[in-house]
């Protein structure tokens, strides 16, 4: 049996753990945000990393529109910033602003804009242009884009198939005359997911044949001088971006993990204003400090109320754009990442199927409590290994399906532990309906061992019982009493009502003629002894409040009761006699009737249901009478063969 037991526990273990497996390989698009909100909860939880000292944003902010006048400035103005970043000592600088046309201020002997796009000639500064991915006018002109990016790809297997790349339909450029003196750009698109929030940003796109870097990997691209880089395509789900650099003349490669479409998960630092920041108006005065600039990545870029783009990320809803900028190239340079492994899939498949066979195992051999509890233990340790996986080492393995797993498998134990129980307790009903059995096989072998008679008549009554019961259980005076298993019940223990004849004496019990008072008053004991027989076996077993022996008691002890109160041995009258006494009085009389005893011979069955209808509402309940005389031709059928034993239905 518990054999029997552990395997129902383990298929309900793991066809959850199953399922939940087959959605971690499928990956349903509906649970895509769930997926992120599993994302953002143990980004909050792992904590943040400090930022590298490297980055600085200088920031056109309130103060600074209140001293130079309303954005877009003029030219000139970027121009002097530029020129002033560059004399601190910036490695680079990266405009987180684009100018697709032409300055609107003074056009005096030199443009504005020939001004700033002289200042870009001089090196050190990256431009910022955006790229559309609806299809527009048959796109951008090719003097638009005037740095893409030098990559090498390397496909698996040389499957051309796997497509790394968003594909841009059409840019958002620069003034033409500033894109060919820039000597660097990169695109500022970074769209958040489709729950507003922003984890993810593209490094690399494809437009028109050519790969193009965002704004963060341009500018660390030279600060590192590290012009090649090779992309290495692992599958549909991860890739693998390497950059060569050549920085004091070492050579160094750093690894960069992507998504299957090149682009990186965020490693934020924090919430917004984590980086340092220096407001433009500053700048342009000379109020900075050479220390603050000097050997930094410097994003210019605009956060004034009305001309800041905002975004929301796990850690802040208020983000600007400007510094998901600095973010990626914070991680950059630090190489500290947040990335899925190569075979997350696979790792976390196995991982369900592992938990469900544990929790299976465990189900199997302890119990449904036994599970409960490493449920819980295993629940509690996945989503630990998840945020300190993700704190420590920056890998990022969702415990999402585990949790569905360990959810379904909850819900399979429960299911195994009510089949285990019902099982049981259908079991428990057969071993009980095979004692009852067997207690009246006992107690009727000692009847007839005193009387032949008196045991084959108690036989009789087994089915006589069931016939008038199942005909009488659906009116509404006996529905709640004669439910499907009383009734069963009351057919099985219908032969002991005359158990008490074995306290009777052989002189009266076996004598062939008419008894005389005196016997007559020692006969009307026997359901007294009969009770009393039953009370003693209860004491004996302590057994309380049983549903079999009560309703033995009130077979043994009633059974002799009249409608009209003239029975014994209380004399109880109408409704107050047991239903179970009701019905066996008129099947034990029944029986008497068609059978010869030394005092009378026997009837036919018609004057023995005459008999009785002629008691109706005296002798017997008027109910019970009819129910008896509806069943009439079903009481005839049953064999009354001297060596027949009738089962209860």
């Known amino acids: 049996m518990k054999t029997r037991h552990g395997r129902v526990f383990l298929l309900g273990a793991m066809l959850p753990a199953l399922f939940a497996a087959l959605l971690c390989v499928w990956q349903p698009s509906r649970f895509t945000r769930l997926e992120h909100s599993v994302y953002d909860v143990l980004a909050r939880t792992a904590g943040t990393r400090p930022h590298s000292g490297r980055i600085l944003i200088v920031d056109v902010d309130d103060r600074s529109l209140a001293a130079i006048g309303q954005w877009p400035w003029s030219r000139r103005t970027i121009a002097d910033v530029l020129t002033k970043l560059r004399a601190l000592g910036a490695a680079v600088v990266a405009l987180d602003v684009m100018f697709p046309e032409a300055d609107r201020h003074d056009q005096g002997f030199e443009s504005p804009d020939a001004a700033l796009a002289g200042v870009l000639r001089e090196g050190g500064v990256i431009l910022g242009y955006g790229f559309t991915f609806d299809r527009g006018d048959g796109g951008a002109s090719p003097a638009c884009l005037q740095h893409p990016f030098s990559v090498a790809v390397l496909r698996p297997g040389a499957d051309h198939a796997v497509e790394p790349f968003f594909q841009a339909a059409d840019a958002v450029c620069n003034l033409p005359i500033l894109a060919e003196a820039a000597q660097g750009a990169g695109f500022l698109n970074a769209a958040p997911d489709t729950d507003g929030i922003l984890r993810r940003v593209p490094l690399l796109l494809e437009y028109q044949g050519d790969i193009y870097p965002s704004l963060a990997l341009s500018a660390v691209s030279r600060a590192l001088k590290a012009p090649r880089a090779m992309l290495r395509v692992a599958n549909v789900n991860t890739a693998e971006l390497s950059l060569s650099s050549d920085l004091t003349g070492k050579r160094s490669i750093r690894t960069i993990p992507l998504d299957g479409k090149s682009n990186l998960l965020v490693r934020y630092r924090g919430g917004k204003r984590t980086f340092p920041y220096v407001s433009a108006v500053d700048v342009l005065d000379g109020s900075v400090a050479q220390d603050a600039v000097k050997n930094k990545i410097v994003f210019v870029g605009a956060t004034a109320l009305g001309t800041r783009e905002v975004v929301a990320t796990p850690l802040d809803t208020l983000f600007t754009g400007v510094e998901v900028q600095a973010t990626v190239a914070d991680d950059l340079l630090q190489q500290d990442f947040v990335r899925r492994p190569e075979h997350a899939v696979v790792v976390q498949t196995l991982f369900v199927l592992a938990l469900g066979g544990i929790i299976g195992a465990l189900g199997s051999t302890t119990g449904g409590i036994g599970a409960a509890v490493g449920l819980l233990v295993l629940l509690l340790g996945c989503w630990t290994t998840s945020i300190v996986l993700l704190s420590a080492y920056g890998i990022y393995l969702s415990p999402l399906f585990a949790t569905f797993a360990l959810i379904g498998v909850l819900g399979g134990l429960a299911v195994a532990g009510l089949s285990v129980e019902h099982e049981d307790t259908r079991q428990a009903r057969r071993e009980r309906s095979d004692s009852q059995r067997l207690m009246v096989e006992t107690l009727l072998s000692l009847v ?91 004491r004996a077993a302590g057994v309380r409040d049983d549903t079999t022996m009560a309703v033995a008691k009130d077979i043994v002890y009633s059974h002799h009761e009249r409608w009209d109160g003239s029975g014994y041995p209380e004399g109880l009258s109408g409704r107050a006699i047991p239903i179970a006494g009701r019905i066996i009085a008129i099947v034990d009389l029944y029986d008497a009737l068609l059978s010869s005893r030394p005092y009378h011979q026997a009837r036919t069955h018609a004057a023995a249901i005459a008999f009785i209808a002629a008691r109706r509402g005296t002798h017997f309940d008027p109910e019970v009478v009819d129910a008896c005389l509806r069943v009439a031709d079903k009481l005839e059928g049953v064999p009354r063969g001297e060596h027949e034993t009738l089962a209860a239905g």
Request: charged share 30%; net charge negative.
């Open 448 to 538: 007839e061992m005193r009387d032949t008679e008196t045991g084959r008549h108690s036989r009789r009554t087994q089915e006589y019982t069931r016939i008038l019961a199942e005909e009488l259980s659906p009116l509404s005076a006996f529905r709640e009493y004669l439910t499907p298993e009383r009734t069963v019940l009351l057919s099985t223990l219908a032969p002991l009502h005359d158990i008490g004849k074995v306290g009777i004496s052989d002189r009266v019990l076996l004598k062939p003629g008419p008894l005389t008072s005196e016997e007559l008053a020692e006969m009307r004991q026997h359901p007294v002894y009969g009770r009393n027989v039953i009370i003693n076996a209860e």
